[in-house]
């Protein structure tokens, strides 16, 4: 992509980000992301043709959580979970999942949003979790959506439900309870 493009969007979408953090859904809007950002109109029009496109761009740019895959799965899970602990307490992204959360029971526009960022968002541990399996690490009939739940659910409620600060140390005992006790299909 030419870098001045780039850079546009960049600067438009981090004017959206502010604008939701700071004022609700309701703000991401073309008006509003042209004046924050100094971006016309027009050219976020070319970006973005509706106001669901820019917001899905805004939301979907949030602090996703991503490690670096080393091979050891145990290290890689614990990874993931710390990057994604990072993210939920010290990032964006407890907003945009309270935000998604909240509109996408009243908005099926949200909801599709949703469901797609929350699809984008389990990829990279479902990814550490098929190449476990193909290395003979986990059981071949590991139920990844199961698996899934029991990885990343204790971090989302303890972050998200019970407002606990995790730490590192914190989620070593998540991954040793997964790799004892599997789901399995």
Request: charged letters at 25%.
């Amino acid at each position: 992509m030419d870098p001045r493009v780039e850079r546009t969007r960049s600067t438009a979408l981090r004017a959206a980000r502010r604008l939701l953090v700071d004022n609700g859904v309701d703000a991401v809007t073309h008006l509003r992301v042209a004046e924050a950002s100094g971006v016309g109109r027009r050219t976020l029009y070319r970006h973005w043709p509706d106001a669901i496109t820019l917001l899905h761009d805004t939301l979907a740019h949030a602090d996703v959580p991503h490690a670096e895959t080393t091979g050891d799965l145990r290290h890689d899970l614990i990874a993931h979970l710390d990057a994604l602990r990072s993210a939920l307490q010290d990032g964006h992204l407890g907003f945009v999942v309270s935000l998604l959360g909240e509109r996408s029971h009243l908005d099926p526009t949200f909801e599709q949003l949703r469901r797609t960022l929350t699809d984008a968002g389990c990829e990279p541990l479902r990814h550490i979790l098929t190449t476990g399996k193909h290395d003979n690490a986990l059981p071949a009939n590991l139920d990844l959506p199961a698996a899934l739940a029991q990885l990343e659910g204790p971090v989302f409620y303890r972050c998200m439900v019970k407002r606990e600060h995790l730490r590192h140390t914190d989620l070593e005992p998540i991954v040793d309870h997964f790799l004892r006790n599997p789901a399995v299909a």
